[in-house]
């Protein structure tokens, strides 16, 4: 008992401190065990749960994971929440006919709602398909350091659309109770400028250095940055600890997210007029979420919080940016994600050998309730309400036995057209003690 | 060797132009660029006996070039129509491109009823008397012999202080909207008796509910019988049928500008949660003031949304919009979307501060609560503006169901 007590609070203590408040002594619980996401290991003794095979109830536990996870009620509990609260917002947004004055968190329950849906039903069928095993020893995570590049492909005569660049990092911080702590951030932006013409019919004119007859209109750069932490704590799974069968959807932990995120962009517009700089700054200080382990290997996270935005911006013919004094309270902050772990390598290879890597993916489905960068998801009338949505795949591939590993992935953002990035990063061990176990 | 092979080609398919076309060539009018196509191109037309017409700059002189200022058509029913776009001065060229000279017959909607019609003939000037069958409504009939461009321009009186009324969002409900101008009929007598007259109303989009021509038809009866200008732009509800430009057909131009008196107005299509990228280039020329004391900017979608969840599509679009209204001191920008009345004052924008009002409040639905339609009166003197809010319930309230805002109250019901 003791013990357990302690182990609860030196897995709180981080976050008291992270939060500013003081620590907090945590009743004591019997025998709850010290969690951490779902274990990978087979349960150490004998479990008459997984020893039946005649007795495959629907909402079983999962084979060979303690404590007990129950996927497909936590998935259908999901799609049945994702549904109801997607369903009551739109309700609520019809039924109040766009006037609703804070009527943002509605449409981020829509997309959220509509995010957890799609990614329970995603899970269900690859429950189906096996999913539902033990959780991955060594599961994609972010990569320490990464570089990405959006593609983009221009499709109008003497136009361009610039690819984008941006180095990602990821490092982690795990304390000894699983708990972590990971500093995140981007630096990036175009390697070259986006060129965009006018078409309208009275300034079209032939020109030698160009391939039609719209002259240039915008030419616009971007420079774009991002720091944050992403602070995560376990939750203390099963929260109770009940003698007879247990009824539990799986452990969660809560998060922190604290990130500043920044563009600047300069234009330059017609051939006459004073190139413009613009400067956008999106704060997001209070971003709190929760992710919930649906299965040992499928997760839904999502985040939510205010938001404050500040322009500051150049008068033409000056070098210094006008920033003002105050903050705008921007429209809600909100992510939604659902991740599916699948193993590429699992077992040995067919002439009993160990493989030579262990290779691991990822299928991850989004939902980003900003259009911070100019990404909304419009369709018929529904212009203007939505952030984009995401599907990705990450691979994982570490060399058997090595400390490191590469990570490697493609994924699409929908959102004003059609987006496209690849990636490819490094991973190593978590830093801290946790770190060094793991 | 052969890997290095594919790498050079994944480099050159990624580096290449691939298979580009000149913008809109297939016509997608979701797209707001095909829509500034569209809407310039239907700012000049070729009548069918060879006669070249063209909006242009009201102190344009050059018939070479056109603006998109208004909407030109002509059938056999109706023969060539002019809708100006906007109010306060405007200018039509009118010059013979080919065929025999004869008699055009031109008809120009969307005229101030006090607006006076010169028609301007190499050096001569000649005011015209031109009725209609409705007061913003006149018919001319010209005689062009020769090539040399004859200019149409029209002018109205400025008092020193005048009224402009702003609201968005009709869609379903157009007998509202008549109501709402019914109102703003009487108040264009009634202010002027007070020497302050009505000049303009603007619409800032959602005219329809699904894009029909029918919707438009049906706005035009009840707009077209009002005795001063209305100046609009589309909402998300008025071009997300993309196959064919239903709203530029119908009213013409979504991005355009017209100086009335001391003012500047500015309309931007925002119909598609951005604008095109050519309008964004053109932002400083669009809200240049020139000579006006007062710049009023419309759109649809609030480029401040606050937390009404119904901004931009494209943010980064909306942060350059609102760093150029900075830049050019705007007074105010008019919006909709949301239906209901916003007033968002003091929007901090480097150090500069913005002001934006949401008036959806043309008549589409406002869901179970008491509606609250109408529109805002925006009364302009010198270079002072004062704003307030005339309520219009629907038959069996007994007044007003909404209360003022900070900055913005109900209107006195005397005025």
Known sequence: ?????????????????????????????????????????????????????????????????DPCMRPRPARVLLLSLGALGGGVAAGLLFALGDRLAPGDPATLLVGTGALAGAGALVGMAAGRLGADQAALSDRVRPSVASLDWTVAQPTNLDEREPHTLALRWAPTWRFADGSRVRLVGHFGGWPRPREQVDPRPQVQAADDGRDGTAPRSLSQRQLSASVGLDWAVNLPYPAVRRPDRSSFLGPADIRWRPTFEFRRDSYELGDASTPRTVERTMLLPLTAGARWYLSPRQRFTFYVGPRFDMIAYAEPGQDGLSRGRGVQLGPIYGEAWYDIDIPLTPGRRRDGQLRRADVNAMLTMGYVHSRFDGRGFNFGPVVGFLGPFHLGWITRVRPHGSKLAIQAGASARLGNGFSGTLDVGLVVPDFGPGGRRR | ???????????????????????????????????????????????????????????????TTWEARGLLRESASEGVVARIAGPG????????????????????????????????????????????????????????????????????????????????????????????????????????????????????????????????????????????PVMTTPGNHDVYRPTRPYYNLSFGPGTHEATLCNAKLVMLDTGSGAIATSVQARLPELFDRDEAEVLIVGMHHPVYPGQTGAGWSREDQAAHVMSELAIARADLVVAGHAHALHDFSGIDVGDVQLREIITGTGGATQGIADPRFGYVRITIDGGEMDTCFVEVPPPGYDGPTGDDLPNLPNCPASD
């Open chain 1, 1 to 65: 008992m003791r013990g357990t007590t302690t182990t609860l609070r030196r897995r709180l203590l981080p976050t008291a401190i992270a939060c500013g408040i003081a620590a907090v002594t945590v009743p004591a619980r019997a025998a709850a065990p010290a969690t951490t996401e779902p274990s990978s290991d087979p349960p150490a003794g004998p479990d008459a749960r997984f020893r039946d095979p005649g007795r495959r109830p629907w909402a079983r536990c999962t084979d060979e994971v």
């Open chain 2, 89 to 228: 001065d405007f200018a039509l060229s009118l010059q013979r491109q080919a065929g025999d000279p004869g008699a055009t017959f031109l008809r120009l909607d969307n005229v101030d009823q006090d607006a006076t019609i010169t028609v301007v003939d190499g050096g001569e000037s000649l005011e015209v008397e031109a009725e209609g069958f409705v007061p913003s409504s006149r018919q001319l009939v010209f005689t062009l012999d020769d090539e040399v461009p004859l200019w149409v321009r029209g002018r109205i009186p400025c008092p020193g202080r005048y009224r402009i009324a702003a609201l968005g969002d009709i869609q379903t409900n157009p007998t509202q909207f008549a109501r709402i101008a019914e109102a703003l009929s009487t108040e264009r007598l009634r202010a002027a008796q007070l020497g302050e007259p009505l000049l303009a109303l603007m619409i800032v989009g959602d005219l329809s509910e699904a894009t029909r021509d029918e919707e438009f038809e049906a706005l035009h009866d009840i707009i077209d019988r009002l005795p001063f």
């Open chain 2, 1 to 63: 060797m052969r890997r290095l092979g594919w790498l050079a080609l994944s480099v050159s398919l990624s580096g290449s132009p691939g298979c580009v076309r000149p913008e809109c060539a297939d016509a997608d009018y979701g797209d707001p660029e095909c829509r500034v196509i569209a809407e310039n191109e239907l700012a000049r037309l070729r009548t069918a006996d060879g006669v070249e017409i063209r909006f242009a700059d009201p102190r344009e002189e050059d018939a």
